[in-house]
């Protein structure tokens, strides 16, 4: 079974404005935590930010805020301020602390223009 | 190394050849990942090493690909009989116990 849902494929922002990228998780696991990674058009893979699920207060890094909704099983990526290098495949992943296993998701592809 | 190093960079074979992609993560990280992302697709995910634990294998594809990691350092990801259809980018990721991974640039395999 899936266990991270991207369900955006493809995502428009303009320049400066937010952007949410949505990410829903399946888990019995009462602790996990939550990644997000971009990855431009280069191929590497850049960690932008992390939550546990036991942390109290929503994770921020920057221009990046995750929003992190326990009881719906979300974590959603925000991005402040866009700008046109943030233009990138964005994935979300999830790791249970019961095992060692890193999951992703299908990504969604953000494109900021102009 | 400063950070995961993945080689060869590039690699370009034959069907039907075997081929031997190399990661060789950061110090000290006990968990290694091995992931696959075709052209425009998400990571695939297809083997983890931690520390002395049997490796979770449940991703490989098929028995022609195999992994090895020796002394808890460099793994070695073996294709064996390559197709066209594991053209693809082949990601290592290492990580410090449940930390967040870190990834090497990968291998673009190519089977002609």
């Known amino acids: 079974a899936q266990k991270i849902t991207q369900t955006q494929p493809g995502m428009f922002v303009q320049e400066k404005e937010a952007v949410t990228l949505d990410c829903t998780y399946d888990?019995?696991?009462?602790?996990?935590?939550l990644f997000w990674y971009k990855q431009p058009s280069s191929g590497e893979m850049i960690f932008l930010i992390y939550?546990?699920?036991?942390?109290?207060q929503n994770a921020t890094e920057g221009r990046y805020s995750l929003n992190f909704q326990k009881a719906r099983k979300s974590a959603n990526l925000v991005i402040s301020a866009s700008q046109l290098g943030d233009s990138a495949m964005y994935f979300c992943?999830?790791?249970?602390?019961?095992?060692?296993?890193?999951?992703f998701g299908k990504g969604t592809s953000l494109l900021v223009t102009p | 190394g400063a950070g995961v190093s993945q080689s060869p960079s590039n690699k370009v074979t034959e069907k039907g050849k075997d081929v031997e992609l190399r990661c060789d993560p950061i110090?000290?990280?006990?968990?290694l990942y091995w992931y696959r992302q075709s052209l425009g697709q998400g990571l695939e995910f297809l083997i983890y090493?931690?520390?002395?634990?049997?490796?979770?294998k449940s991703g490989l594809p098929s028995d022609r690909f195999s992994a090895e990691r020796t002394g808890g350092s460099v793994s070695t990801l073996t294709i064996q009989r390559t197709q066209q259809e594991d053209s693809a980018v082949y990601l290592c990721?290492?990580?410090?116990?449940?930390?967040?991974?870190?990834f090497g640039q990968g291998t673009r395999l190519t089977v002609v």
């Open positions: 992943a999830m790791r249970e602390n019961s095992g060692y296993a890193l999951n």
């Open positions: 939550q546990g699920s036991y942390d109290q």
């Open positions: 090493f931690q520390g002395n634990s049997a490796p979770d």
């Open positions: 110090s000290g990280h006990t968990a």
């Open positions: 888990t019995s696991d009462p602790s996990y935590g």
């Open positions: 990721a290492s990580s410090s116990d449940r930390g967040r991974a870190f």
